[in-house]
């Protein structure tokens, strides 16, 4: 059974950092595509950052390029999203997920999902 536990989130203020972790387990980890994904109030879940870990490939949204940096760790089965310039806009519910095939960041490719973990951003 594919697992998928976010932790990290909390409230900072704008222009802080913060540090997501997403734990995996139930598959083979280092042939699968990560995401975290994100979900305002009111608006559409939408992809943040992707890693694929078959080949190392990432991907970014323009609206966090330069800010943000994902990584993986296939020894730990580990992908974590650093979060640095954070700003109010980057407030959201940021979604873990997990998918043998998806070749995009987008939420119609990835099938397992973890619970989400809460982050605030105040201005």
């Known amino acids: 059974e594919v697992q998928l536990v976010e932790s990290g989130g909390g409230l900072v203020q704008a222009g802080g950092s913060l540090r997501l972790s997403c734990a995996a387990s139930?598959?083979?980890?280092?042939?699968?595509?990560i995401g975290w994904f994100r979900q305002a109030p009111g608006k559409e879940r939408e992809g943040v950052s992707c890693?694929?870990?078959?080949?190392?490939?990432?991907y970014y949204a323009d609206s966090v390029k330069g800010r943000f940096t994902i990584s993986s760790d296939n020894a730990k089965n580990t992908v974590t999203l650093q979060m640095n310039s954070l700003k109010p806009e980057d407030t959201a519910v940021y979604y873990c997920?997990?998918?043998?095939?998806?070749?995009?960041?987008?939420?119609?490719?990835?099938?397992?999902w973890g619970q989400g973990t809460q982050v605030t951003v105040s201005s």
């Open positions: 997920a997990a998918d043998h095939i998806a070749t995009r960041c987008t939420k119609y490719e990835y099938a397992n």
């Open positions: 890693i694929d870990n078959a080949d190392g490939s990432t």
């Open positions: 139930g598959f083979t980890f280092d042939d699968w595509a």
